[in-house]
């Protein structure tokens, strides 16, 4: 049996960093999401360039 994470009751103890302008949960309570043009997590391994501009939802 699988549960799904994204439960109306559960939806609320999740937080947005970086949080898109389109964004919806389906009936089916799958969860849609939009990144904008560009948006992205990276981490230079030498450390010099970092972005963090992705849409990530977390709890």
Known sequence: ?????????ARNEFKWMNESEHWA????GELHVEAPAGAD???????KHM??????LFK
């Open 51 to 56: 972005v963090s501009s992705a849409p990530f």
């Open 25 to 28: 949960f389906t009936e089916r």
């Open 1 to 9: 049996m699988s549960s799904n994470i994204f439960s109306s009751e």
């Open 41 to 47: 997590f990276f981490k230079d391994p030498a450390q």
